[in-house]
């Protein structure tokens, strides 16, 4: 797989975190649960600006960045802090598997952004009650 | 998702050196040329000093009392195919010794996943590099 399409699958999964997180958002209380919130509303700022990265990337390489799809499936049910904690860090431990992904087919200043991006990734983990992991965006390392 | 190739251990990277096997898949180094001549492969002495680095790590955790910090290293330098020290226990590190090592750690696991000229040895590298980010997040020392 070319680095393109390395950067096109990863636009793909930012903007499906994106969407995910805008319904992560709503239904979550800033008034409830504030760290909640503000932690989702973070990370929703933090994938959005991955997206608008990726796609600049894109189309400074001559390419039509892949379009967003209408709606995503959502992980159900969302109806407690819990959940929404839960389905937050499924998304975050998915977009680390997809940046550990993308450093391998990149190489020189996008290497170095998609390494920052599997550790900042991988430290948000933790704020939706993640545990430490051995191979962060790796788990087959550790079957070995 | 797939998400790669495994990982090209050390062993896997000097046959490649040698021109005896290929590393296929997201590895975006040439197919070696079977030649009668090794030809030297920048990754081999990248992971040996990788593991240098995590074995230094792995007793400077020991001596600071973080004993599942130094299981952490154990585990990624047998990812590479080193072989782990368990040489006598250390002195006692001084406070905070452990974290400025690991935050050291944790730069150098970045630039070698930068400078790793095979894709996958990037990823495990970058993997190893979060791993370390993650504890330190969770304030070490």
Known sequence: MSETDALQTTLAAEHAAVFVYGVLGGRTSRAATPELFDSVTAAYAAHRARRDHLVRELTGLGEDPVAGEAAYDVPQPLDTPAQVERAALDLERSCAATYAYLVATTVEDRRRWAIDALRETAVRELVFRGTPETFPGGDEYADR | ?141
Not at chain 2, 16 to 32: E, K, M, S, Y
Not at chain 2, 54 to 71: F, I, T, W
Not at chain 2, 85 to 114: C, I, M
């Open chain 2, 1 to 141: 998702m797939s998400v790669g190739p495994l990982l090209p251990r050390r062993t896997a990277i000097a046959l490649a050196a040698a021109g005896l096997v290929a590393v296929t898949g997201c590895d975006d180094r040439a197919t070696p040329t079977p030649s009668a001549t090794p030809t030297a492969d920048p990754d081999v002495a990248l992971v040996e000093k990788v593991i240098r680095r995590l074995r230094h790590a792995q007793h400077v955790a020991e001596a600071g009392g973080e004993s599942e910090l130094a299981v952490l290293h154990r585990t990624h330098i047998e990812a590479l195919d080193g072989t782990t020290s368990e040489g006598s226990s250390p002195a006692k590190s001084a406070p905070g010794a452990v974290r400025g090592e690991e935050q050291r750690l944790q730069e150098y696991l970045e630039g070698a996943a930068l400078a790793a000229a095979s894709g996958a040895l990037a990823r495990l590298l970058a993997s190893m590099s979060a791993a370390v980010a993650q504890r330190l997040a969770q304030g070490l020392g």
